[in-house]
């Protein structure tokens, strides 16, 4: 098998990409899904089979190189993970890595994962922007996997979706969609104990993967290899009641006012003082029946909670902020974007901006657009720019690193 030679490592693309000049366009066919629409895709794939798509990006460039990945691992706000398999042995640390914390590129059998680098990097996020046929709501992050020879996480399955774009070198992949989830005991990471493929493949550069949940798989690096795997979210049930009483009782819509205390006027005297009382249930029973919620009380939730950065994310506020007047000077002539780690969704009646909650009404017409574009053109900053609320607004945000002056590319 050709190895791709080390001293010519993965480069990256260059420092300005470019940004999709639009969302995905749900009925156009494109390369990235081979030549499907992305209604196509949706409606044939999604949670239901895996597809290989040959060449979905002809002419992929790494979106880090090597090394700046390498850098990348040793910050500390980055979750980066190093696995290895020497002499058939798992094992698994966390990062930061330092430097020479990892092994020698030249050793095999190893990897470095370093998850959401769309968060760090316009590159990266430019593209994991061109899987925003799926809705936001739905998208997690970009993990970067570096891979010696004979590297890989051994076979496993995921529960959630995944893209697994090969953007330099190539890996091997066999897939199979067993019934038999059981791992392997005593290991750091999630092994199967059986894993039976029934597809095999050597991905390229460009090369693409989609794996619905639960599909096994396994990727072995052959030669030097660097992957990009396109994350999904997909809450559990257990999270998301979680995370919904919690909003509720922070919005202090607990039954009868959330001050309300627990009285017990007539409890009588005990003699077994570690009994809990059956009245005491009764009444809490009584209190949770109350609880009541609406429609607008989950999207509100689920825009909140969705919207919400990672513990991870601290924005990054200009050091020397423009003041109002040459904000809008300056975006006027160049436009604004949501900074890469900015989320933003909407519903009918509110917009949710990194967690926080507002109404729609009065900058719906921009504010949709730069939500879908994830930028307005200077252009269309021009247009906007004489209604001081709206100029007031986003110099706030700004401010606050929410946005960026000026277009990716
Ligand atoms: C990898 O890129 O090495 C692992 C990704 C995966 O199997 O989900
Ligand atoms: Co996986």
């Known amino acids: 098998m050709p190895k791709r030679p080390l001293d010519h490592p993965p480069g990256a693309a260059p420092a300005r990409i470019s940004s999709p000049l639009s969302v995905p366009q749900p009925d156009t066919p494109t390369p990235l899904l081979g030549n499907l629409t992305p209604t196509q895709f949706m ?9 290989l798509i040959r060449q979905a990006i002809p002419d ?3 979106p880090l190189a090597r090394d700046e990945l390498f850098e990348l691992a040793g910050e500390d706000e980055v979750e980066a993970r190093l696995i290895t398999h020497f002499r058939h042995r798992w094992q698994l640390e966390h990062g930061p890595f330092a430097a020479d914390e990892l092994p020698s590129v030249r050793q095999r059998a190893w990897t470095l994962l370093v998850q959401g680098v769309d968060l760090h990097d316009d590159r990266a996020r430019a593209l994991l922007d061109r899987f925003r046929f799926v809705p936001d709501a739905r998208l997690d992050d970009l993990m970067i996997s570096y891979a010696s020879d004979g590297g890989g996480v051994g076979a496993h399955f995921d529960s959630y979706d995944v893209f697994l774009l090969q953007v330099h070198g190539m890996r091997r992949w066999r897939i199979g969609a067993q019934r038999d989830l059981s ?4 290991l750091p990471l999630k092994v199967l104990q059986n894993f039976e493929p029934e597809e095999e493949w050597l991905l390229e550069p460009g090369d693409m993967l989609y794996l619905p949940p639960h ?3 396994d990727g072995v690096a052959e030669g030097e290899c660097m992957t990009c795997s396109i994350g999904f979210r997909a809450p559990s049930a257990q999270e998301l009641t979680g995370q919904f009483l919690y909003h509720l009782a922070e919005r202090g819509d607990a039954p009868g006012g959330a001050a309300e205390l627990y009285r017990d006027p007539q409890q009588p005297a005990v003699a077994n003082p570690a009994m809990l009382p059956s009245a005491l249930v009764e009444r809490v029973g009584a209190i949770l029946a109350k609880v009541e919620w609406s429609e607008r009380d989950i999207s509100t939730f689920l825009g909140s909670y969705l919207s919400e950065p990672k513990p991870s994310v601290v924005f990054d506020p200009p050091a020397r902020p423009l003041s109002e007047p040459r ?5 006027r002539q160049s436009g604004i974007r949501l900074d ?4 933003l969704l909407y519903d009918a009646r509110f917009y949710f901006l990194n967690g926080e909650e507002n109404r729609l009404a009065g900058v719906k017409k921009w504010l949709v657009e730069l939500a879908d574009q994830r930028h307005l053109s200077a252009k269309r900053f021009v247009t906007l720019s004489d209604d001081s609320s709206v100029t007031a607004l986003l110099h706030e945000w700004y401010c606050a690193g929410w946005i960026q002056v000026g277009e990716l590319a």
């Open 60 to 62: 992929v460039v790494p």
């Open 215 to 217: 599909i096994a798989h």
């Open 327 to 331: 904000f809008i000077q300056r975006a």
């Open 183 to 186: 791992l392997r005991p005593g």
């Open 43 to 51: 409606r044939r794939y999604w949670q239901k089979k895996p597809l």
């Open 340 to 343: 890469r780690k900015s989320i």
